[in-house]
T-cell receptor
Framework: GAGVSQSPRYKVTKRGQDVALRCDPI?????LYWYRQALGQGPEFLTY????????KSGLPNDRFSAERPEGSISTLTIQRTEQRDSAMYRC???????????FGPGTRLTVT | AQSVAQPEDQVNVAEGNPLTVKCTYS??????LFWYVQYPNRGLQFLLK??????LVKGSYGFEAEFNKSQTSFHLKKPSALVSDSALYFC?????????????FGAGTRLAVHP
């Protein structure tokens, strides 16, 4: 079956522009997670949804970052007024309600110039 | 707070030899531990998990991990390494703070298997 998909795979944007990153989880997975991974580091948690409800956004760095999952499936992570320090790999993961492991998408490599 | 540490940035192994990638953890309560592998230009792939039960957990691609509560370790092992095992390996622990299912990852260990 299809895994987690993310788009775009690569995004280059100028400082100050807004970007929207999309995640399409595994069909039927109720939980969806966003992580950010800097080069040479492990992924760091950003936010988590259970169905359409955003249960935890404690990892979002500041109020320029927001996420939504309006219908409990596809999610969008939006970064407003991008800064160079936002450059990273943004990873989405999903999990079912019955197992604990999370399944990751290929990520979106964001470069802010 | 929950945390994991991967003390080795890189592990080098000859093909056919056993491999070990180390992970230690710090948690309050019972740990839920995971190993993931990352191949170039691909997402993280789930290898195995420890929740409860047997201390030796078997996973994908012939990998296994040994949970050791007294040493707070969860080392990844494979009896005979393959060149194709060369990748970046991450240990992770479930963070229960706030009651939610987020993972805390280590910094990763690069495994290089030489022919």
């Amino acid at each position: 079956g299809a895994g987690v998909s993310q788009s775009p795979r690569y995004k280059v944007t100028k400082r100050g522009q807004d970007v929207a990153l999309r995640c399409d989880p595994i069909s039927g997975h109720v939980s969806l997670y966003w992580y950010r991974q800097a080069l040479g580091q492990g992924p760091e948690f950003l936010t988590y949804f259970n169905y359409e409800a955003q249960q935890d956004k404690s990892g979002l760095p500041n109020d320029r970052f927001s996420a939504e999952r309006p219908e409990g499936s596809i999610s969008t992570l939006t970064i407003q007024r991008t800064e160079q320090r936002d450059s990273a790999m943004y990873r989405c993961a999903s999990s079912s309600g019955t197992t604990l492991e999370q399944y990751f998408g290929p990520g979106t490599r964001l470069t802010v110039t | 707070a929950q945390s994991v540490a991967q003390p080795e940035d890189q592990v080098n192994v000859a093909e056919g030899n056993p491999l070990t990638v180390k992970c230690t953890y710090s948690v309050s309560g019972n740990p839920y531990l995971f190993w993931y592998v990352q191949y170039p230009n691909r997402g993280l792939q789930f290898l195995l998990k420890y929740i409860t039960g047997d201390n030796l957990v078997k996973g994908s691609y012939g990998f296994e991990a040994e949970f050791n509560k007294s040493q707070t370790s969860f080392h990844l092992k494979k009896p005979s390494a393959l060149v194709s095992d060369s990748a970046l390996y991450f240990c992770a622990v479930r963070d229960f703070s706030g009651g939610y299912n987020k993972l805390i990852f280590g910094a990763g260990t690069r495994l290089a298997v030489h022919p």
